[in-house]
């Protein structure tokens, strides 16, 4: 990666990389502390709990009235899980066409309940829809800076759950950073309860603050959400909490992600070559290492975008797959023409070929596997194999696709791989 580089070049390339316009605006952002950086409240969930209590308030100094609870509502209808929408079909149909009005809000961060515990955002709202009052509670799990523990969401759901019915409705909430794009890719929410409906602080952003922004608001409430949104933004490196690492960054502002994304495109082998240096450095720690390389093997990776046919014995088993599915379609050509016994299951459970192994039970996974989704461990499992359920592996760049291959078809004659 650094092979195309002079060190004339790289001198060249980063006296350019300092005066690049964006490059710049982003140092001017990142290197500037946001309030709550200053007061090293930046990653605690009862600060972020107490400061979305203030910006849903109806009666609060903000003054954008019924403005952030409504689109909260939004935020709820969007990611609501299909059982939801059908549960309550008409409320949510009055979320979309606003055709309600706010009679009662009631919000209280770290909400103690006798003989029972603490709730991290609690909220009570009665609408008026077509005439009829709706009772409705919302129970909010934050996570930002641990999972969740004590089967918390499970106790909520086993406390409020019976005391529902058409006029008194219970929507459960867990709210935590990770990406957009992870979010809608869950099958379940990441929480014990799956009758919680998860959310992100991205979609908060997106759909509640950068609205609110636009509104005809004070200086000091705009400075309020800007700092608030500066300190979603910045990243939080080597920071753990129980064990668990947290998100780099809960979430981006559009203008930090437009200019984030144009000061990569135009600096990218700049970057590479840097996290390269960094990643075949013996004087960095393992784990520093070990991390980086994955990154730019990913970031290699996701510039192919070849698809995969599978044969056994001349006949496509399968087509035009994704290489992160090699894995997986590998398994089921196996499992579906008889080939898996004890010492084949042997042999898949030792394979490393994308550095992690290829089968693995559930209970097996470790915190960076879930983490960063190697297996999909949301789902089904993808083998049985005499009662016991595997999850195939789909951490797969092309170096360690062909890896893959040149394995397995030496183990199992009549195997082919076809890229296209």
């Not at 409240?41 to 109806?58: D, M, Q």
């Amino acid at each position: 990666m650094t092979d195309n580089f002079t060190i004339d070049q790289i001198r060249d390339e980063i006296i350019k990389f300092k005066n690049d316009p964006d490059f710049q605006k982003l140092e001017n952002f990142y290197y500037s502390k946001s309030f709550s950086e200053i007061l090293g409240v930046s990653r605690r969930e009862i600060s972020h709990s107490g400061f979305l209590a203030w910006l849903l308030g109806n009666q609060e100094s903000h003054n954008l009235g019924e403005f952030p609870i409504k689109k909260f509502l939004d935020i709820i209808l969007k990611f609501s899980s299909d059982k939801l929408k059908s549960k309550h079909r008409d409320l949510l149909n009055s979320f979309v066409t606003e055709d309600y009005l706010v009679e009662r809000l009631f919000i209280k961060p770290e909400y103690s309940i006798k003989n029972f515990g603490r709730l991290d955002l609690y909220i009570e709202l009665t609408l008026l829809i077509a005439g009829k009052k709706k009772n409705i509670r919302l129970v909010i799990e934050n996570k930002v800076e641990s999972r969740e523990n004590n089967d918390q969401t499970n106790s909520y759901f086993r406390f409020f759950n019976p005391s529902e019915n058409n006029d008194n409705i219970v929507i459960y909430i867990y709210l935590t950073p990770i990406s957009t794009l992870e979010l809608i890719e869950l099958t379940e929410p990441e929480c014990n309860c799956k009758e919680f409906i998860q959310i992100n602080y991205q979609s908060i952003v997106d759909y509640l603050i950068e609205p609110a922004l636009n509104q005809n608001i004070s200086a000091r409430t705009e400075n309020i959400l800007t700092e608030y949104l500066k300190s979603l933004s910045q990243p939080s490196i080597n920071e753990e909490a129980d064990g668990h690492k947290q998100e780099l960054i809960m979430a981006l502002g559009n203008e930090e992600r437009k200019l984030l994304s144009s000061f990569w495109e135009k600096n990218q082998k700049l970057i590479l070559a840097s996290l390269y240096a960094i990643s075949s450095d013996p004087e960095q720690e393992k784990d520093t290492r070990e991390n980086i390389k994955e990154a730019l093997d990913s970031l290699s990776s996701d510039r192919d975008r070849s698809t995969y046919n599978l044969k056994y014995n001349g006949e496509i088993f399968s087509r035009n797959f994704k290489k992160s599915d090699i894995g997986l379609q590998t398994i089921n050509l196996l499992e579906a023409n008889g080939l898996i016994d004890d010492n084949v299951i042997s042999f898949l459970r030792e394979d490393k070929s994308c550095s992690f192994f290829l089968l693995k039970k559930k209970e097996d996974f470790t915190d960076t596997e879930i983490k960063y989704r190697k297996y999909r461990a949301n789902e089904a499992p993808e083998l049985i194999y005499k009662g016991d359920g595997y999850y195939v592996a789909r951490n797969w760049g092309i170096g360690n696709i062909h890896k893959l291959i040149n394995k397995f078809t030496e183990k199992f004659p009549g195997l082919e791989y076809e890229t296209n």
